[in-house]
């Protein structure tokens, strides 16, 4: 056998994240929390880093300027006569803010586009839901207690079940599950029928009953069984342990002079500095220390400089949205839908910087506290260009079942040709699917039978 040998010369390009652009990557996802925790970390690694002494001595005067904030606050109250084109938000707000599963869904309520009598009944049936996530009180009672049409809660049921943490306002261990699945845009009959049928073998890990029963092979099983693993039984207890939570607002928007002005919260970003007596040290390349000094005084630099870019860039993100979402702050107005591709545009960074730069972020309103992700809203745009969010056009749906002739109902293809004739670019695959997530049955199921379906 005659052996050849080649050498093979090959140009290709390569991306390499270098050591300090990791850093970059990682501080930019960390919240305020976060950050202070790893900048602890450093501090006792680093001995090149300390804290600015400003902020000690900021520190020191602390309990003098919260009195003086509380005098402020009395003031206020008895003051009449104030500029109605400042909006006040306390200082104190910017410290802590406690929050619990039910102030969190009712924060993601207040973002959706709904009437003042939903808004009700969604504020109803959030204080309905357990510890857990669960909805612990039967429709029934609640169109009762509320004296509003059953299909009126079910509809705002199935809204707030749309709401984070996935799953949450379920009836049931079953339905909770599901709900996960749909908003992984996971559409599985069979995953469905497992779950709906054969929890207790999934449990078990009963590979064999499961395939066999659903006519798939033993490796489908295990991974149907394994993406159900996935999913969480107890969407809300993350949110309701028995320790006070807190969430540290990373963001500060006030209305100055009329304006919207965005910014950081400097309270919550670590003022750090180079020590000065290792600078010294760097100065003199016959120390000893000398490479481990640099080495450090690198690694000190860069987290400083990483700690300045994520506050720029943090500012530059939030900035946008609320630009783009303005009429939600000046007037209450219903969120426009947004993306993380349109914010990328509009700031000149990449998709994933912007999804880092909001993540587990929270901003400090005069609305109130909310996590940065939810302005981003799905929607599609009509043939003028106009945006229309999933609410409104599950809302139009509704209406056109609700109008149409029960000997006859329409089709799923047949209602998304009368929304496109409306200007509406919707495919018949989202009607259907918007359809399925209100509850409401195919045209089949509905014919000469509307009681079945809620609007």
């Not at 919240?31 to 450093?42: A, D, G, P, R, W």
């Not at 909006?87 to 969190?104: A, C, G, H, M, R």
């Not at 699945?181 to 207790?200: A, F, G, H, S, V």
């Not at 089709?411 to 259907?432: C, F, P, W, Y």
């Amino acid at each position: 056998m005659k052996l050849d040998y080649n050498l093979k010369l090959q140009q290709e390009q390569r991306l390499i994240m270098t050591q300090e652009l990791q850093l970059a990557v990682k501080l930019l996802q960390l919240n305020s929390v976060e950050l202070n925790e790893y900048v602890e970390e450093q501090l006792i690694e680093n001995p090149l880093l300390e804290r600015d002494e400003k902020e000690k001595e900021e520190k020191e005067d602390k309990e003098e300027i919260i009195d003086f904030i509380n005098y402020l606050d009395e003031y206020r109250d008895e003051e009449q006569n104030f500029d109605e084109d400042k909006e006040y938000i306390s200082p104190l707000n910017f410290v802590i803010k406690q929050t619990s599963l039910w102030d969190y869904l009712k924060e993601q309520l207040m973002l959706s586009p709904i009437n003042k009598i939903d808004r009700k009944i969604g504020d109803f049936v959030i204080d309905c839901i357990d510890e857990n996530g669960y909805l612990t009180t039967d429709i029934n009672e609640i169109s009762k207690k509320l004296n509003v049409n059953i299909e009126n809660v079910e509809r705002i049921i199935s809204l707030i079940q749309t709401f984070e943490p996935s799953g949450v306002c379920s009836r049931d261990i079953k339905e909770c599950l599901i709900i996960q699945l749909k908003n992984r845009d996971i559409d599985d009959p069979i995953l469905e029928n497992i779950i709906n049928t054969m929890l207790q073998e999934v449990g078990e890990g009963n590979i064999i009953k499961i395939a066999k029963e659903n006519g798939i092979s033993n490796e489908k099983a295990l991974e149907y069984i394994n993406i159900i693993k996935t999913l969480d039984p107890k969407p809300g207890v993350r949110y309701s342990s028995d320790e006070t939570k807190y969430i540290v607002p990373d963001v500060i928007l006030e209305k100055i002079d009329g304006k919207y002005v965005v910014t950081v919260n400097e309270d919550c970003v670590p003022n750090l500095k180079i020590n000065s007596l290792y600078r010294k040290l760097i100065n003199n390349k016959n120390c000893p220390e000398y490479n481990y000094v640099k080495e450090k005084l690198s690694s000190a630099l860069w987290l400083i400089k990483s700690i300045e870019q994520r506050i720029e860039t943090i500012k530059k993100v939030v900035t946008a949205i609320v630009e783009y979402q303005i009429d939600f702050f000046e007037y209450g107005s219903d969120l426009k839908p947004l993306t993380l591709k349109q914010i990328a545009d509009i700031t000149s960074l990449h998709e994933s910087t912007v999804s880092r730069a909001v993540k587990g972020k929270y901003i400090q309103t005069p609305k109130g506290l909310f996590e940065i992700k939810n302005f981003f809203i799905k929607g599609i745009q009509t043939k003028t260009g106009e945006d229309i969010s999933t609410v409104r056009l599950k809302e139009r749906i509704k209406e056109i079942i609700k109008s149409e002739n029960i000997e006859n109902p329409l089709s799923d293809q047949q209602i998304a040709d009368k929304m496109n004739n409306e200007g509406l670019n919707i495919s018949r695959r989202t009607v259907a699917k918007y359809r399925e997530e209100m509850n409401i049955p195919s045209s089949s199921k509905r014919k000469n039978n509307i009681k079945s379906y809620n609007l």
